[in-house]
């Protein structure tokens, strides 16, 4: 049985009264939470580039409790939300906190785009991003094989076609150079061990004039409860995009507790 919420990110969430429990269901929610808390570290995936480890951009420092102690461009990057936790990402709930469709309709994607959703996850949004390209392809990119596993079973169920799963690594979405219009990033870039050879990676993947699609819960507001290093504010999200060379063109705010956030590769798409 999976998790049904993703303990890392509602710090506020009221506990249970334990006392009342009997002691095996006690041991079984340890377990459980014991499991739970083990998913939101990342088994080693393909071990990245040594040249990635020692780079410049990266600074240590001892973890906190939801970081990994690696600090890019003054923001300390966060643990990776295990598969364990898939369940939480599909959660009814989402559609009023998330508007996914709001957020496909507003990429004002053309029928016949490529497009990556990167840090995919279980498709609540590549899904979505299928039905919006119905003569184009959606890459849906993740690290971890258990999130490929679930979106190959529920794009078998639905009959979903133009979507092709991306084993990605940890510094690499493995795209087809040149090969994409668009990226969308929801909740899953303040994740990324390391941001920066992910978005070189990113930008080159994308055709001239090709637009990035950031979404993450506003690290500006104290109101959003999620914890800091799951939240990203405008600027360190500006900043992080300038520094690959991606020109800010908006940030929309209809999202009720994130970001939307457009960039774009400099070029027009005559340049290709
Ligand atoms: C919090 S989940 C969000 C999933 C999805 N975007 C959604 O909103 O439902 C973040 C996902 O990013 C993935 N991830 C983390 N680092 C990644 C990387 N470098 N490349 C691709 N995926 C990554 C994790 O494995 C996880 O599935």
């Known amino acids: 049985m999976l998790p049904d919420v993703r303990p890392d990110l509602r710090p506020d969430r009221p506990g249970a009264d334990r006392r009342r429990l009997p002691t095996l269901l006690r041991a079984a929610l340890c377990i459980t939470a014991l499991t739970a808390a083990a998913a939101l570290l990342l088994p080693s995936a393909v071990p990245p580039p040594a040249a990635a480890d020692s780079a410049p951009w990266y600074e240590t420092r001892a973890p906190t409790p939801d970081g990994i102690g690696k600090v890019y461009m003054g923001r300390e990057i966060s643990q990776v939300m295990g ?31 490529a497009v990556a959703d990167i840090g995919a996850g279980t498709g609540y949004f590549a899904f979505r991003l299928a039905e919006q390209v119905p003569e184009g392809r959606v890459y ?31 510094t690499d979405p493995k795209l087809p150079p040149a090969g994409i219009d668009a990226a969308l990033m929801v909740d899953a870039y303040h994740e990324f061990a390391y941001p920066r050879e992910m978005m070189d990676a990113i930008v080159a993947a994308l055709r001239p004039g090709g637009r990035v699609f950031l979404v993450e819960y506003r ?12 939240k990203m504010t405008e600027a360190q999200a500006r900043r992080e995009m300038a520094a690959v060379g991606l020109e800010h063109v908006e940030t929309q705010g209809f999202l009720p507790s994130q970001h939307f956030m457009v960039f774009q590769k400099p070029g027009s798409p005559a340049d290709d």
């Not at 794009?155 to 076609?161: C, H, P, Q, T, V």
């Open 83 to 113: 598969h364990l936790g898939a369940r939480w990402l599909e959660r009814v709930s989402r559609l009023r906190e998330e508007l996914p469709e709001r957020v496909v309709t507003a990429m004002d994607l053309a029928p016949d785009a």
């Open 140 to 170: 849906a990119v993740d690290i971890q094989p258990e999130m490929l596993a679930m979106m190959r079973t529920r794009l078998a169920e639905r009959g979903i076609g133009n979507v092709e799963l991306v084993l990605g690594t940890e």
């Open 219 to 230: 690290g500006e507001d104290p109101r959003v409860p999620i914890k800091p290093l799951h």
